[in-house]
């Protein structure tokens, strides 16, 4: 039950976020683009849940494979290569050739493990990446390392968790432009 009530208070969260995020751009005249592999479309999708999105979304990559990461959005292979997928130099990199294939302001990127097999003792199951960027090239980038509790870990609780992290990540990056 302690669960339940947790995942609806993130969802709720979550929702919120993406609204005040949402909110801002329109308010600044500003365009997002996003590149997702672990949250296969998630942000995207909160994004154009809210009403007036069309005015902010540019362009959604879901890039679940390496091809794609490397042939679409121009992740270099030796990035993958040397530091793996599930990195913050592949999340950087995401993060940038959206924005390339865009005319957006902002963009974010995801890449994780969201198990629940798979992951290495290096990059367990919950190891996830998170860039947000901005035209001019500052970002943030992070590894979340998701630890939550042992009986809600789902796919579902990483990604939703991952992409309130991206959203919360966004308002920093924004507060930053406007010291």
Known sequence: MKCDINNKLVTR??????????KYLVESGSKIS??????????SKCITDVAG????????ICSYSNRI????????????DKYTE???????????GVL??????????????????????????????VCVMNKSGEYICRNLELNLEKDCITREDFRVHTVLRAFLMLEELFERGEQ
């Open 13 to 22: 969260k979550l929702d919120k976020v993406a609204f005040d995020v949402v």
């Open 34 to 43: 996003t590149a997702e592999s672990l949250t296969g479309g998630l942000v």
């Open 53 to 60: 999105s069309s005015a902010v979304f540019e362009l959604g």
């Open 69 to 80: 990461k490397t042939k679409v959005l121009g992740v270099d292979p030796d990035v993958i």
């Open 86 to 96: 599930v990195s913050s130099q592949t999340a950087v990199q995401m993060c940038k």
């Open 100 to 129: 390339s294939l865009s005319d957006s302001d902002f963009a974010v990127s995801t890449t994780g493990i969201a198990g629940p097999t798979g992951g290495s003792k290096e990059k367990p199951v919950g190891t996830v990446y």
